[in-house]
Antibody, heavy 121, light 112 residues
């Protein structure tokens, strides 16, 4: 059974750095084709894709936040970490990590429960 | 970036009646392998998104067969043959042809 869970701070100030950890089970990020993505959803708004990391260390980022995002993996801990630098109140959102379905494009078949992050001075 | 446009914004439906949601992309999502790289997700109130349809028309594991996806190129449709109370929420289409992965703005389905 695949599960994912996001963890990290809930309240940060502008200009600070957000570090979110996605801890997963039921799959391995060393298996060919496997990937984990990060998404976010500001309150009352649509979903937004942020970043994606694959089993082979290939990673992709949203161009709109590319300079502020870093995604890494720790296969020994079954974790994927997303950092977002230079936070702004517009980064207030629920952040989700999700497992990439190993068929076709990057569809995501298992999602974490989400981590609420508020950026406020 | 590929822009995804959904309609309608809101869809009140009668229990047991069919429902249809449209999604259009700013460029073709048809890959040279013959697959359309278009997914549908449902986000129920207070929950995380769940995958309904991938590659345009393939139901994800455990998804009831009242959900179906169709379309090709730039025009796609999600159909619910008979809406149940548990189907309320916001439906999103997402293109996975290229990064950045992009979502439509969402369609809120509610029971009349």
């Amino acid at each position: 059974q695949i599960t994912l869970k996001e963890s990290g701070p809930t309240l940060l100030k502008p200009t600070q750095t957000l570090t979110l950890t996605c801890t997963f089970s039921g799959f391995s990020l060393t298996t060919s084709g496997v990937g984990v993505g990060w998404f976010r959803q500001p309150p009352g708004k649509a979903l937004e894709w942020l970043a994606l990391i694959f089993w082979d260390d290939d990673s992709r980022y949203s161009p709109s936040l590319k300079n502020r995002l870093t995604i890494t993996k720790d296969t020994s801990k079954n974790q994927v970490v997303l950092t977002v630098t230079n936070l702004d109140p517009v980064d207030t959102a629920t952040y989700y990590c999700a497992h990439r379905l190993q068929i076709g494009g990057s569809s995501f078949d298992y999602w974490g429960q989400g981590a609420r992050v508020t950026v406020s001075s | 970036d590929i822009v995804m446009t959904q309609s309608p914004l809101s869809l009140p439906v009668t229990h047991g009646e069919p429902a249809s949601i449209s999604c259009r992309s700013s460029q073709s999502l048809l890959n040279t392998n013959g697959h359309n790289y278009l997914d549908w997700y449902l986000q129920k109130p207070g929950q995380s998104p769940q995958l309904l349809i991938y590659l345009g028309s393939n139901r994800a594991s455990g998804v009831p067969d009242r959900f179906s996806g169709s379309g090709s190129g730039t025009d796609f449709t999600l159909k619910i043959s008979r809406v149940e109370a548990e189907d309320v929420g916001v439906y999103y289409c997402m293109q996975t042809l290229q990064t950045p992965l992009t979502f439509g703005g969402g369609t809120r389905v509610e029971i009349k």
